[in-house]
């Protein structure tokens, strides 16, 4: 029997909620009241009290719980509800019952558990949890960010929410992700839409020029400043301000920006006056700034401030069943048919972990559409080391599935990132920009592969990060 994991997914005003287990810990000895929560579909937001022993699940009237999915069958599931837990059972359904991407045919639900049917999701939780649900968006898309996992689909639900307001917001999640995309769309589908849309890349833009970036300068405020100059705020008045990475701002100007997030004034470098500005602040960061706040690196008053509204962008190996739908979303915009890759390079794209994220995923796959499919594999050629098999061609099935898909993982990081320094021409900086890759990262799969001494050190790659 498939054991479910109980995972919290949602959050609430009392901590308590976060922990489902603290109520089962509360409740006197017996029988647990449960609830099943209905999180997509047309009955989304709809809960139902699990106070029998049994209860049947389908499309059919005559069942206990109801739901209008075309997906799911007349008598889909039952449900059998004991002490601490529900069993639920698949009745042979067409389209089967799935917890975690697994088909189950019984499965043993805990509070936080989340199963699937058809297209229709159901959480289960105690019956007097504080707990809200959050709907599942009905699109796959936010902008030109896409996806069809619960994990988009629910911060596409936080995104459509925040979008026409006027609050700030704090994105994050690893480099690659869509960030930027993200801030972009948030200001598309604002009230503040018609005005400027300004970034600011805090990593882009050297430590002594960020606070003339951001506030602007008068004239003769420092060396180099002939005249006066606006900053990205007052660039930025009655629309929507950008910035990027703000992890990355020196501790000692964190102060100017609260005042800015607070009041909405700025003080330009070399100025005594202050001006008042109407803008939107979206910021962004693949830093953890809860950690950065212990460590002293981060004032915790200006994390509060900036996290008052937050949405996090999973990674890509988190939801690897995107990958498809991004594959042809990027064709599309490509102007690319879906069969410009044939099934045996989606395969190998589906089974890597993408640590550059989406950002890398678009990389490689306008390569191999630039290039043919050949070219790839024709990179392993400058290696003696295990090719990556050609498309077309047939893999070691003999291997264990697990072996044979280490291998193709390891032929094609192997073989990407030496064409990768190969054209930038041994430049780090470059190579990490174009990958969508964290330099940090690209130096330990250069060194794993044996590949480190391709890569030289430059001036570039002394300059800020930038990505």
Not at 34 to 43: D, H, N, P, R, Y
Request: net charge neutral.
């Amino acid at each position: 029997m498939l054991a479910s994991r109980s995972v919290p997914e949602f959050q609430d005003d009392e901590q308590e909620s976060l922990d489902p287990t603290a109520t089962l810990r509360r409740a006197k000895p017996g029988r647990v009241r449960l609830k099943l929560l209905v999180l997509s579909g047309q009955e989304a937001g709809s809960s139902h009290a699990l106070t029998r022993p049994e209860y049947m699940v389908g499309k059919a009237p005559t069942c206990d719980i109801v739901l209008s999915d075309k997906t799911i069958s007349r008598q889909h599931l039952k449900l059998e509800v004991r002490e601490e837990h529900v069993l639920a059972i698949d009745l042979d359904s067409r389209n089967g019952s799935f917890c975690e991407g697994l088909r189950f045919s019984q499965l043993e639900l805990r509070p936080g558990s989340v199963i699937t049917l058809g297209t229709t999701e159901l959480k289960l939780v105690p019956e007097d949890t504080r707990e809200r649900s959050l709907l599942l968006s009905k699109k796959n898309n936010f902008g030109a960010l896409v996806g069809n996992s619960r994990k988009m689909r629910e911060a596409f639900t936080l995104l459509e929410r925040m979008a026409p307001g006027g609050a700030d917001v704090l994105i994050q999640g690893e480099t690659g992700t869509g960030k930027d995309v993200c801030a972009e769309t948030l200001h598309q589908q604002s009230q503040r839409s018609q005005g400027p849309f300004v970034i600011v890349d805090m990593a882009g833009v050297a430590p002594t020029l960020i606070e003339s970036e951001l506030f602007g300068h008068v004239k003769g405020a420092f060396t180099g400043a002939q005249a006066d100059r606006a900053g990205a705020f007052e660039r930025a008045n009655g629309g929507t301000v950008f910035l990027d990475e703000v992890g990355e701002l020196p501790l000692e100007l964190q102060p100017r920006l609260l005042r800015v997030l607070e009041r909405r004034q700025v003080k330009r470098v070399g100025s005594n006056d202050y001006r008042t500005v109407s803008t939107r602040v979206i910021t962004a960061t693949h830093v953890d700034l809860e950690e950065a706040v212990k460590a002293g690196k981060f004032r915790r008053d200006l994390f509060h401030r900036l996290a008052v509204l937050r949405v996090t962008l999973p990674p890509l190996r988190e939801r690897p069943d995107d990958i498809p739908l991004l594959i042809d979303t990027m064709l599309e915009r490509m102007g690319k048919p879906p069969s410009a890759l044939s099934d045996q390079t989606r395969a190998l794209l589906a089974q890597y972990p993408w640590p550059g994220n989406v950002r890398e995923l678009r990389n490689v796959v306008e390569q191999v559409v630039s290039l043919g499919e050949d070219a790839l594999p024709e990179m392993e050629a400058l290696s003696g080391e295990t090719p990556l098999p050609k498309a077309g061609a047939a893999t070691e099935m003999d291997l264990p599935f697990k072996e044979a898909k280490e291998r193709l993982i390891e032929g094609f990081e192997r073989d990407y990132l030496r064409g990768l320094i190969e054209r930038c021409e041994g430049n780090i900086s470059r190579a990490s920009r174009e990958a969508g890759i964290d330099r940090v990262y690209l130096r330990k799969l250069l060194r794993k592969h044996g590949l480190e001494d391709r890569a030289g050190a430059s001036a570039d790659d002394k300059s800020p990060r930038g990505q």
